[in-house]
């Protein structure tokens, strides 16, 4: 079995200037993931963070890549437009997933493949309480109907989203929020899910629920096998189609 | 102008049994919605009841509206079999829209138009804040981000209704739950809204911003002027659609 | 590994009435549709027809089955309501997966289940064309962008089905038509999948392609691994969930 | 009444290059267009032009647009990334609706307002059937079920878009192919509406039901009145949104 190729992009800025965030994710958020989807023999899980060399992923491994989680935040704007550009080439051709966690909201790559500037309100941290919406979707696989969150930055509608092909958790927040909180979008060839908690502040990335989500996240938004080649750009057809019958 | 023929359904049987209930709605909460709903001069309003002859629908009634608001709640199984084949029929030929106010999520015709069992949880009353989830949506016109409802029936998710057309709204709950409360169906070529608020313990349905709601809702599910028959089965095609090309 | 329980339901009476038909599918449309899905190591299939005794489901067998594929054509007013009733709330609780084929778009499980009444415009048998829409659903894996259907029944839009979760296919017909001819829905905590070919008149279900796509349908529509007891009725909560992070 | 401040954007090179495009819309594709809007009173209609000052669509005049028309094919490439980026964010914001006519399906405003690379296929001229999928959406109101255009560019399926809130129509040609032909999206709190016809070299755009169905979707794409005011980055929320109620 071929394992699915599957990176972990991270900012990786908080965790390296604040102690505090450190001490909760001394790998770095990127690192925690890794952690809990390496115990997934189908999947085979690396790093990569902006301030590596061409913010991690040169060429060569990006076209390799079969799923790509992102976390950003404070940085949105120093990640390079052309790497952008070829992120959502490589998932509207069906070539990659893609997985948005939290303040990914707000990236570029999240906003240019959706199609949304990616707005939301936000506060303090607080408990919220994941509900799902969706139970015949496979990224709810094995998540029961509600689950507790101790702690996790408030995010809030309106959020500014396209309609999702699928909304399967939504957020309840103690403050008097809810917020589409994991959300499935087809596009072009590609898929991508949104997933909202993971604050750098806070311990959401350890819930097993949360982990378990990701994993599934990760297998649903694979690519799938086509049957043709997705061209790259406007094919111009040559022939009638229904001279084909005859052939 | 021709006024929208709009008939709001009540089960009316809370309002009679029980003085508490009918201290908050001493007309019945149809003849509360009515009231809110005259004030529209593209609208006539009037009220059916289900101890009503014919359950308040004879079919020369029926065939007439344009569209038909229905609450029920206790007595939902009494509701005729023979009526919400018609209603449902009605609304899939395109020539009547349906709002479902609050307890309709378990009526007949809701499960029936929209394909669902209607399942959801419930519990007791407290404060909910309902947000707008789809500014661009014309039963959100007027509505702010969110707004205060003092007290209404706990509904919560998972509600085991299809993927909307639009979610327009969604419910916070103090107790800890979320709702998907504002739902738009296309069905057949006619359509039907769901709004969670109308409990009839509480005075939700004073709420001004629940009125406007319910008054976009009507106008949003109006029969559309359609530009051929919608037909009422499946008809059989006798010639080539492309030989027309040659008439 | 368990393997999914998978029954094919044929009306079976076109092949027993008509000698030209049953020189098409001597073993009945769903002895045909048997024998491709049986070199699948991950499925056990098994056939019903309408005419066996509790028309093929009894309770027993009924609550067994992972998916249901359905064909239905001259008899469907035959088929008995409370088994209809069953098979919805089967569906309905994710139990079981439902795949419709051709003119099950106006059988009564497929119009209860979805929420339609099912009606198209349908005419002569003609050359079709069926197109993939969604390439990145896995129904479409190992599909071509496009492939021929030498001969098969006209059924053309409007088709007065809801808008699908995912429009995957969409058929070209010779005359001029064109159909939504591949169609997910979700409903309830279960999965729906309808086909447009499979008239008993053709050959389209020897066709490759068709083959693969009814075995993607029913990988696709096979219940979830759900975390929680999917409810049958709506149940009352009788505790604050937010009380739930105290414990 | 304030009428809609409605401004046709033409490419408008093809007519000063090409004489037998001349020839068909002597006064531009937009005039054309522009002709046939003016008819309604509730619009006021103007023109622009990619050789305009500004490429037609100078600040002062881009903020008081409440729906803009686009048409462009083959200097895409040409239009200014700074005025695409207004464009986007004034639909985003719920400023202004947005119509996409024919090869504006690779244009930059609706790549990046939609979120797609926009490909499909193309070919020759030929016949176009033009079906209605939803009847009960308003951009199809006086649209029969079918309708002819003698000749139009070939647009086929797969188009690499996301799956739209409506699918209102879809079209057959001659060739053996199909497309996804009318189609809504919300985006942010705006609206988009892609029709395919519109091919400079045919005649489509003289079609009533073409003109009808562009006439219908300004009226649908326009601005709702909104309650609040839709934010342009993402607000920090400063108190507890539960405490309003002891306001």
Known sequence: MKKLNVVVWNEYRHEKKREHIRAIY?????????????VNEDMEVSLAALDDPDQGLPDERLEKIDVLIWWGHMAHGEVNDELVAKIQKRVYEGKMGFVALHSAHHSKPFRAIVGTNGNLSWGRNQKEIMWT???????????????????????????????????????????????????CFHRGAGRLFYFQPGHEECRALYNPYVQRIITNAVRWAKPVEFGYEIPEGAPKVHHKIIDEFQQ
């Open 133 to 183: 919406l969706m139970p015949s979707h496979e990224i709810a696989a094995g998540i029961p109907d509600h689950f507790l969150i101790d702690e996790e930055e408030l995010y809030s509608e309106p959020f500014y989203i396209p309609q999702p092909d699928a909304l399967v958790f939504g957020g309840w927040f103690e403050d008097g929020h809810i917020m589409r909180a994991g959300a």
């Open 26 to 38: 001394p790998d770095g958020l990127h690192g925690l993931i890794k952690s809990f989807l390496d």
